[in-house]
């Protein structure tokens, strides 16, 4: 069974920086797309950084310039790098992935971590 466990987030004052870092376990063909969302109280969740299996990355427009989004292929993890956090950065931020859990049949699966919680204090 597929499983993306989540670590890094906390308490930090306005202008620091976290790294958010996520690994997936269990029976894996490819993993995709991986990234990251966030999900502030009374808003919907929203885009962070995704990356795909070729090192492509997308940012959402809040964080373009801040965060950076990476991913080591052979550990199955990926990483969030925030830097210059903001109060309104303060959310449950949620693990990503697409995945291909067997090589047959050829279906992708979007798979989310529990989450973790980033607070940034003014």
């Known amino acids: 069974q597929v499983q993306l466990v989540e670590s890094g987030g906390g308490l930090v004052q306005a202008g620091g920086s976290l790294r958010l870092s996520c690994v997936v376990s269990?029976?894996?063909?490819?993993?995709?797309?991986m990234g990251w969302y966030r999900q502030a109280p009374g808003k919907q969740r929203e885009l962070v950084a995704t990356v795909t299996i070729d090192n492509s990355t997308n940012y959402g427009d809040s964080v373009k310039g801040r965060f950076t989004v990476s991913r080591d292929n052979a550990k199955r993890t990926v990483n969030l790098e925030m830097n210059s956090l903001k109060p309104e950065d303060t959310a449950v931020y949620y693990c990503?992935?697409?995945?291909?859990?067997?090589?047959?049949?050829?279906?992708?699966?979007?798979?989310w971590g529990q989450g973790t919680q980033v607070t940034v204090s003014s």
């Open positions: 990503y992935a697409r995945i291909r859990p067997y090589r047959l049949p050829s279906r992708d699966y979007d798979y």
């Open positions: 269990g029976s894996v063909f490819t993993i995709n797309t």
